[in-house]
């Protein structure tokens, strides 16, 4: 759902989105005129905006996220009139909010923190969605909008273009909108075993990468052992006695990391492991590896 | 992030090359809407002039749908994201060049980059 309520605010800071730098192929263009006079009109623009145009949410509907899954999201957004220091910032009713590390504490435009009426550009957020219930996200904008139509235009190269401190002259505004999170619980298991079979030369001790795959909030300290059988031996790293994860000790759900172990054998042969993993307060699962041990 | 955004900026702008550079006033079909097609243009002037095969109303539709698709995801990373948001949709029977020429008449023509908006707003809705 989207909620648009408009509000006014105090001028904005001076200090936004330290390079910016990115592109959006309908407003980061390079398209310089052929001329070194630039036209003394943008075509884009209705000069009778200037005063009330507001920047335009195009993302109505959120892509469906697990429940407990991290990931990134766009908003889309044009705008009514030309704007200029442009600051996105969002809260949750339940799990978080995050930006790109570059902003800090909101986000922009992904291009520019300035946008050209009519023209596109896109907001980055982090999501981390909650293990149970919904999510709702208040997303608000604030930004300036340019009293001179002539500062931005739509042709404007805004990868290298910058509309701040002086140029961004005219009056602040903020705009606020709720948007739902769609989320969906993720069925079967809460983790899986990517890797069902590995292959190792007989006498040749080799370590192998066995991926894991989460599906569900929850996987906290995953550990993974096995059960090999009598001609298949097994080492951990450090000499324990089960392998954590590579990236951490964590499983984010729709995210994969990898356990290492060491497999030695010397009778060539196929052999189904059993492969234990466990996580968090008492989570575990079974699998089964295929260990094919070459001459 | 500012260097991710930097590589993406890069590739996007090695990719719009073709269509860079080119006099927007002078280039924009949405301005003229009576354009002759019985005239052929010239080889300098044909990189500028949207294909034959597609008209940049059609192709506010399949950006349209584009951006819905790229829009529709979750992404791991936002590098990813920006380089998603910064491609341009493959079209059968269009070159890239011809491609930018289009999307280039998009982001540059109000009365386009308008029914572009209102083609999001649409789309992105029913998807």
């Not at chain 1, 298949?232 to 356990?259: C, E, I, M, N, W």
């Not at chain 2, 079909?29 to 940049?56: C, I, K, N, W, Y």
Request: with cysteine; charged share 20%.
């Amino acid at each position: 759902m989207l909620q648009p309520g408009p509000a006014s605010l105090p001028r904005l800071s001076r200090k936004i989105v330290a390079g910016v730098a990115g592109a959006l192929l309908l407003t980061g263009l390079a398209m310089a005129p052929a001329s070194s006079t630039p036209p003394d009109r943008d075509l884009g623009d209705d000069p009778r905006n200037n005063a009330t145009g507001e920047p335009v949410l195009l993302t109505r509907l959120l892509p469906p996220m697990v429940r407990g899954q991290i990931g990134w999201v766009g908003l889309m957004w044009s705008t009514e009139t030309d704007i200029c220091e442009v600051r996105v910032t969002s809260s949750a009713t339940a799990g978080t909010v995050g930006y790109p590390t570059n902003t800090g504490d909101h986000s922009s435009f992904y291009v520019n923190d300035a946008l050209a009426e009519g023209n596109l550009d896109f907001t980055a957020l982090k999501l981390a969605t909650p293990a149970t219930g919904g999510m709702q996200l208040g997303v608000e904008v604030r930004y300036t909008r340019l009293a001179d139509s002539l500062v931005l235009r739509k042709f404007d190269d805004l990868v290298t273009k910058s509309v701040r401190d002086a140029d961004c002259a005219g009056a602040t505004a903020s705009k606020s909108y709720t948007l739902t999170v769609p989320l969906i619980d993720a069925i079967g298991p809460a983790v899986s075993l990517d890797t069902d079979q590995v292959s190792v030369a007989a006498g040749k001790p080799t370590w192998v990468d066995l991926e894991l795959d989460g599906r569900k909030p929850g996987l906290t300290n995953v550990r993974v052992a096995l059960t090999p059988p009598r001609e298949l031996a097994v080492v951990y790293p450090g000499d324990g006695t089960s392998s954590g994860l590579t990236k951490g000790t964590d499983l984010g759900v729709l995210s994969s990391d990898r356990a290492g172990v060491r497999l030695e054998s010397s009778v060539p042969g196929t052999y189904r492991v059993p492969v234990r993993i466990t996580w968090g307060n008492g989570g575990q699962l079974t699998e089964t590896l295929t260990v094919r041990v070459t001459k | 992030m500012p260097g991710n955004r930097r590589a993406a900026a890069a590739l996007l702008l090695v990719v719009l090359a073709a269509g860079c550079g080119a006099d927007p006033e002078g280039t924009d079909p949405g301005r003229d809407s009576g354009a002759d097609t019985s005239v052929s243009p010239s080889a300098s002037q044909e990189q500028a002039t949207s294909p034959a095969s597609m008209t940049p109303q059609e192709f506010v539709t399949v950006l349209a749908d584009h951006l819905c698709q790229v829009q529709g995801k979750v992404y791991e990373d936002p590098t990813a994201m920006g380089e998603a948001f910064a491609s341009l949709p493959e079209v059968e029977g269009l070159s890239e060049a011809e491609t930018q020429v289009l999307a280039d008449e998009v982001r540059t023509d109000a009365d386009l980059s308008r029914a572009l908006n209102e083609a999001l707003l649409t789309s992105c809705a029913d998807a």
